[in-house]
C-alpha cells in the first residue's frame, strides 16, 4: 500500500469515526464556570446588534470559522463543497482540512479547492506541522496555499495523535525554527492551531516570536482525537493506549485566558469544544476574535450546504440575543461585557 493511499485511508476513517461514534474528550470545555452578568436594561434595540467583525483585513458577517475538518477522499469532496457555498452564503470563514494527501497525490487537490464556490470568503490552507520535519519546506507550503488560492496557512500541531497513530510522525524536534522560516518566506500570514488538546501561554509566547501571525488555542473539551485514534486501533493494546488519554489537555477556556493575558494584541481564535452561540459569546468576551467550529458543521454538511446555513444563522441568533442581553451593540462592545464565576 503506498503512502498516498495511506493518507487518504486514513483521512477517511476520520470522517467515519467522527460521524458514528463517540469522541468527546473526558474534559470539559470550562464555559459551564463562566456565566455573563445580565443587563435588564440593555439600551440596546435587538435589531441593530450588529454581529460582523474584521480579521486578517476581510470582513466576516459573523465572528465564526468553520474549523479546518477534512480533505483528500471523495465524501471530502462533498462535504467541503457543502461547507464553502454555506460559508459564502453567511459570510464566515472556512480553514481546510490538512492538504498533505493533496500535496502527495495532485489528483486529491479538488477535494480542497472551493474557492470557485466561496470567492470572498477569508480561507485558510492548512498543512501539519511535522511535515516540516519529514521534508516539507516552504515550496509545499506555498503550494497548500495556492491549490486553494488561500488568505492564511495553518499549521497544525497534533504531538498527542501522532504519538497515538502507529503510523505516526512523531519527530518534533527543532520545529520551532522550521516553523520561523515558513512564517518569514510565506507571502499570506501563518496561523499555529492545536487540535484539541491547548496551546499554553509560554507556546504561545514562541510561536508569535517565530513569526506566526494568529494562534488558535483549540483547547480541551470537544472532539478528542485521543478517541478519534482508539476507535482506529486495530489491536487492544493500542485502543487502552489511547483511552488514557480521554482526559489530557488544557481546557478551552484556561487556554484563552492564558493566551489572551500573555499577548493582549495577538490575533486570536478559540475553538476546541464550543457548541452553541453562547459558548462562542462567552469565549469572545474572555478575549477571542473569532470562534471556530467543527463537529456542529461536519454533522450538517453530511445533509446539505443549507443545513450549515442553518446552522450559522441559529448559532448566530444565539449571539445576538446573548449580545442584546448583556447590553452589547456590537463585537468590540461583547469584549467589554462583564462576566461572572460560578463556583
Known amino acids: 500500500m503506498t503512502k498516498v493511499t495511506d493518507t ?3 483521512k477517511s476513517n476520520h470522517l467515519r469515526i467522527n460521524l458514528e461514534e463517540d469522541v468527546q474528550s473526558g474534559l470539559t470545555t470550562g464555559l459551564e464556570r463562566i ?3 445580565h443587563n435588564a436594561l440593555p439600551e440596546v434595540d435587538l435589531h441593530q446588534v450588529d454581529l460582523s467583525t474584521t480579521f486578517l483585513g476581510k470582513e466576516l458577517s459573523y465572528p465564526m470559522v468553520i474549523s479546518s475538518m477534512t480533505g483528500g477522499t471523495d465524501t471530502a469532496t462533498s462535504l467541503n463543497f457543502a461547507l464553502a457555498e ?4 453567511m459570510g464566515v470563514a472556512m480553514g481546510l482540512g490538512s492538504q498533505r494527501a493533496g500535496i502527495e497525490d495532485s489528483a486529491l487537490e479538488r477535494s480542497y479547492q472551493v474557492r470557485h464556490l466561496a470567492p470572498d470568503i477569508l480561507l485558510f490552507a492548512n498543512l501539519g506541522a511535522v511535515q516540516l520535519n519529514f521534508g516539507y519546506g516552504i515550496d509545499e507550503c506555498r503550494r497548500a496555499v495556492e491549490m486553494i488560492d488561500g488568505d492564511a496557512l495553518i499549521l497544525h500541531l497534533n504531538p498527542l495523535q501522532e504519538a497515538l497513530q ?3 510522525d512523531v519527530n518534533f524536534s527543532h520545529l520551532l525554527p522550521k516553523i520561523e522560516a515558513v512564517c518569514s518566506q510565506l507571502d499570506v500570514p501563518v496561523i499555529v492551531k492545536e487540535v484539541g488538546w491547548g496551546i499554553s501561554p509560554s507556546v504561545a509566547k514562541r510561536l508569535i516570536e517565530a513569526g506566526v501571525a494568529v494562534i488558535d488555542i483549540a483547547g480541551a473539551g470537544g472532539t478528542s ?3 478519534v485514534e482508539m476507535h482506529r486501533a486495530h489491536d487492544e493494546a493500542r485502543v487502552q493506549l489511547a483511552a488514557k488519554f480521554i482526559t489530557w489537555g488544557i481546557p478551552t477556556v484556561d487556554a484563552l485566558v492564558g493566551v489572551r493575558e500573555a499577548l493582549p494584541d495577538l490575533p486570536l481564535i478559540a475553538s476546541g469544544g464550543l457548541r452553541n452561540g453562547i459558548d462562542i459569546a462567552k469565549c469572545i468576551a474572555l478575549g477571542a476574535d473569532l470562534c471556530a467550529l467543527a ?3 461536519l454533522k450538517a454538511a453530511a445533509q ?3 443545513m450549515v446555513c442553518k446552522a450559522i444563522s441559529q448559532l448566530g441568533e444565539e449571539i445576538r440575543i446573548c449580545m442584546f442581553a448583556t447590553g452589547s451593540g456590537s463585537i ?3 469584549r467589554q461585557a462583564e462576566l461572572l464565576q460560578r463556583s
Do not use: H, I, T, Y
Request: glycine content about 4%.
Open 8 to 10: 487518504s485511508d486514513r
Open 35 to 37: 456565566s455573563f452578568s
Open 86 to 89: 454555506a460559508a459564502q452564503e
Open 166 to 168: 502507529p503510523e505516526g
Open 225 to 227: 482525537w485521543s478517541q
Open 295 to 297: 463537529s456542529p458543521f
Open 304 to 306: 446539505s450546504a443549507e
Open 332 to 334: 468590540k462592545a461583547l
